[in-house]
């Protein structure tokens, strides 16, 4: 089974903090995501990498970076968190499927910022 | 931009009752998928479906994707408790295919 783990599940900082949200993956996994989800907005595209060091914006990146070192790590950074990014936050990964591109998502982060 | 939408936001059902959810795509899509996020939980893939008009089947859950590709149905006969949860319908972007847009999703409360 693929195994999407993000380290924090929750999560609570203060404004102005930076914040590091880790996620490991461990099915050689090309493509990695950040996504945001919030109540009546569905999931939100932040970030994606396609290969180690590279990146893409996705929708929402304002307010947002990214890390790729590895193939099986992506790491989301709030530069400076503020209250408007209290969020769960959501790590992927996908494989090419039958045509499609199937995401497997970790558990979430829950993060309050205060 | 490109959009997926989804209807209705919410769908409170008596067990046993069907139960539809609706996505429609601003853009013609190559694929569409369907994932189910339990309360508490994260999203799960169900099913992707390719062709023009494609029906499958799992169980009790019926998915359609609409002959323009640009529209899909889920639909639950006979829901149960374990069927609640929010519905969520994803396309690939216009600006790369490994990418995805999902829709608003659907919540689904099922009550006994």
């Known amino acids: 089974d693929v195994k999407v783990t993000q380290s924090s599940r929750y999560l609570v900082k203060r404004t102005g903090e930076k914040v590091f949200l880790e996620c490991v993956q461990d099915?050689?996994?090309?493509?990695m995501f950040w996504y945001r989800q919030d109540p009546g907005l569905g999931l939100r595209l932040i970030y994606f990498?396609?290969?180690?060091?590279?990146?893409e914006k996705g929708d929402i990146p304002e307010g947002y970076s990214v890390s790729r070192e590895k193939k099986e790590r992506f790491s989301l950074i709030l530069e400076s968190a503020s209250t408007n990014q209290t969020s769960m936050y959501l790590c992927?990964?996908?494989?090419?499927?039958?045509?499609?591109?199937?995401?497997?998502f970790g558990e979430g982060s829950w993060l309050t910022v205060v | 931009g490109q959009q997926v939408m989804q209807i209705p936001q919410y769908q409170h059902v008596q067990e046993g009752e069907d139960f539809t959810t609706y996505c429609n795509s601003s853009?013609?899509?190559?694929?569409i998928q369907w994932y189910k996020q339990r309360p508490g939980g994260h999203p799960v893939f169900l099913i992707q479906?390719?062709?023009?008009?494609e029906v499958k089947k799992q169980k009790r859950l019926t998915f359609q994707f609409g002959e323009a590709k640009k529209n899909s149905s889920l639909h639950i006969t006979a829901t149960q408790t374990t069927d609640v949860g929010t519905y969520f319908c994803?396309?690939?972007?216009?600006?790369?295919?490994?990418?995805?847009?999902f829709g608003t999703g659907t919540r689904l409360k099922v009550l006994a």
């Open positions: 994803a396309g690939p972007t216009t600006s790369g295919t490994y990418k995805y847009i």
């Open positions: 479906l390719v062709k023009s008009g």
């Open positions: 099915m050689d996994h090309e493509n």
């Open positions: 992927a990964s996908s494989r090419p499927q039958g045509g499609g591109n199937t995401i497997y």
């Open positions: 853009t013609t899509l190559s694929n």
């Open positions: 990498s396609y290969d180690v060091k590279m990146k």
